[in-house]
């Protein structure tokens, strides 16, 4: 799961409070968009679970 | 008057022989080379020839011990499994042992647990970010290593990544020859592929794309272990000796993916509450913009530099403190 940040250059991973940003050449920003895209990550495969994900709202 | 001048026979052939000198493979290359240029390319491979970074284990920035890992570990190194029990470490060589030549402080140990569900698989991994090097050459991987499970389905893969996925959008050059034997005493192996430009497919690599080297297995009857020491990957036709870097270096070669720092705090002096900031300048540069951990607060500004770590609502005299080290990962 992901939330939105008041800051728009990050998203932020709930699982573990890591603050990702938003570069194509960073490995989990990658995961983040395969996340949108409605996969998930079981064990060491993608899986297709969904049409898509959606983010958190940013905190207030 | 006639001078007679008498030479002594001899025989040509064992002249020829005696000045022949004894010399290695190299020191033909060296005596036959005709420029700068040639000296350089008969020696070139002295130094940075191990394509894997802490392939000795002793850089270890997010701990030393991984139950059920799922990502990385020791430095530069990735473990996967979809089963539970497996717990990764970084262990220590007895001083003076003789079994692994080298000295090396330390190895690697994948603590295996019993499964023999058909759809599990475990995988020790590291990714090379400059995969480029080896494209269209031979590279030869090498080590130390044991093994007292018996595992089943084992095998290395070198694989050409197009992306940071695990086991797709790659090209995998299997190893011919498969897993490891099992065995209770430390034992050199080398493993060789070719890696053919056709590897590539054609395809678009991303910012991410890299060679892949992963050894896997995918079933182990009975609990055990497997260890490495001194894993070394490099370009050409015969493994080389490992290549002890100094300590400050492979570390610095660590960073560049992932660093650690110890937790920090700022007070707010003024009366009001306010958001406080903390910038982290990283030791070295990363390979791309990392994503930050903090304990505590959020992180924006972020770049291949330094990093700001931000906590909202602090009131005037009370301390933003981390409570916990920062990381930066840049991982492949």
Known sequence: MYQLTKYADTVKRVLDNAYIPLD????????????????????????????????LPADE | MTITVTKQSFKLREILNALRKTVGI?????????????????????????????????????????????????????AQSNHTGSVVSQQSFTPGQTAVPGNPDNYYRASIAATTAAADRVAIMQRVENYKQVIG???????????????????????????????????????????????????????????????????????TASLGLVYYYQSAPVAGTIEF??????????????????????LALCQRYFEVNGNMYVRNTGTTTQEM???W???????????????????????VHCATVYQSDIAGGAVYDTSSQFTASAEL
């Open chain 2, 229 to 250: 020491a001194n894993l070394q990957l490099e370009v050409g036709e015969q493994a080389t000796p490992f290549e002890n870097r100094p300590y400050a270096t492979e």
């Open chain 2, 137 to 207: 050459r031979t590279i030869i991987l090498s080590g130390w290593y044991k093994c007292s499970a018996m595992l089943n389905g084992a095998n290395w893969l070198f694989q050409i990544k197009r992306s940071n996925g695990f086991y797709d959008n790659s090209t995998e050059l299997a190893d011919p020859l498969g897993g490891l034997p099992q065995t209770n005493s430390w034992t050199y192996f080398t493993r060789k592929v070719f890696v053919p430009a056709s590897a590539l497919d054609g395809q678009t690599m991303t910012g």
């Open chain 2, 26 to 78: 190299k020191g033909a290359e060296l005596m036959q080379s005709n420029s700068v240029a040639d000296v350089y390319n008969a020696i070139r491979p002295v130094m940075y020839r191990n394509l894997l970074i802490n392939g000795g284990f002793q850089i270890a920035q997010r701990g030393t011990s991984f139950t059920d890992p799922g990502g990385y570990t020791l430095d530069r190194w990735m």
């Open chain 2, 277 to 279: 900031r903390i910038t």
């Open chain 2, 281 to 303: 300048v990283f030791k070295t540069q990363k390979r791309a913009t990392p994503t930050i951990s903090v304990g505590t607060g959020g992180s924006t500004g972020v770049s």
């Open chain 1, 24 to 55: 194509p050449d960073n490995s989990d920003y990658q995961n983040y968009l395969k996340w949108l895209d409605g996969y998930e990550l079981q064990g060491t495969e993608w899986v297709k679970t969904s049409e898509g994900n959606t983010p």
